[in-house]
């Protein structure tokens, strides 16, 4: 499998160094080439990583991650361009966050909206996920049995709603290293 990254920050080299580990080709795509950034990266990975333009990196993945930052997520698709993305599922990881005001960050879209929504508005002909797909999760060690499907681009609304939580929850835990667990308990009907 061939993977495309959007973005040179921190979750595109997270994520993108994860791939490699699982032997994929992985191609960090940057605004402008070369980038400094997804050089250090690729030398640091090995053989199967590569870094090119936004357009390259939708053209060799088959499954494209959009790793950008929230608010500039639009305008790095825009720069790919439409004819890139035909065809493609760009899986948005981005987090919509406005660090404006400093921080705490705020929601940089609330409401009945979503960045994943907005993507999908203004690129029709392309079907955008908004959390990793269910088979790359288990090859990067979750089991199936902890992974829920909350269903199509609708969805993302809660989902980056809910960054708000991940946000406070950072603060008081001190760090971004935790998780939170969904338990389902058997209905007594």
């Given at each position: 499998?061939?993977?495309?990254?959007?973005?040179t920050?921190?979750?595109?080299?997270?994520l993108?160094s994860?791939?490699v580990g699982?032997?994929?080709?992985?191609?960090?795509?940057?605004?402008?080439?070369?980038?400094?950034?997804?050089q250090?990266?690729?030398?640091?990975?090995?053989d199967?990583?590569?870094?090119?333009?936004?357009a390259?990196?939708f053209a060799?993945?088959?499954?494209?991650f959009?790793?950008?930052?929230?608010?500039?997520?639009?305008?790095?698709l825009?720069?790919?361009?439409a004819?890139?993305?035909a065809?493609?599922?760009?899986v948005d990881?981005?987090n919509?966050?406005?660090f404006s005001?400093?921080?705490p960050?705020?929601?940089?879209?609330?409401?009945d909206?979503?960045?994943?929504?907005?993507i999908?508005?203004?690129?029709a002909l392309?079907?955008v996920?908004?959390?990793?797909?269910?088979?790359?999760?288990?090859?990067?060690?979750?089991?199936r049995?902890?992974?829920?499907?909350?269903?199509?681009?609708?969805?993302?609304?809660a989902?980056?709603?809910y960054?708000?939580?991940?946000v406070s929850?950072?603060?008081?835990?001190?760090?971004?290293?935790?998780?939170?667990?969904?338990v389902?308990?058997e209905s007594?009907?």
């Amino acid at each position: 499998m061939h993977v495309g990254l959007l973005g040179t920050g921190t979750v595109g080299e997270t994520l993108g160094s994860a791939f490699v580990g699982l032997d994929l080709v992985v191609c960090m795509g940057s605004r402008s080439t070369p980038n400094d950034r997804a050089q250090a990266w690729v030398a640091a990975q090995g053989d199967t990583a590569g870094a090119g333009t936004f357009a390259e990196a939708f053209a060799v993945g088959d499954v494209v991650f959009k790793c950008t930052c929230g608010a500039h997520s639009l305008e790095a698709l825009r720069v790919a361009g439409a004819d890139a993305l035909a065809g493609k599922v760009p899986v948005d990881v981005a987090n919509p966050l406005d660090f404006s005001d400093g921080s705490p960050p705020r929601l940089a879209v609330v409401g009945d909206d979503s960045l994943a929504g907005q993507i999908q508005l203004a690129f029709a002909l392309t079907q955008v996920v908004k959390a990793p797909v269910i088979d790359l999760l288990t090859e990067l060690g979750w089991s199936r049995g902890r992974v829920r499907d909350l269903g199509g681009v609708a969805a993302a609304r809660a989902t980056e709603m809910y960054l708000m939580l991940w946000v406070s929850l950072m603060g008081a835990v001190g760090s971004a290293q935790f998780n939170v667990r969904v338990v389902a308990t058997e209905s007594s009907e």
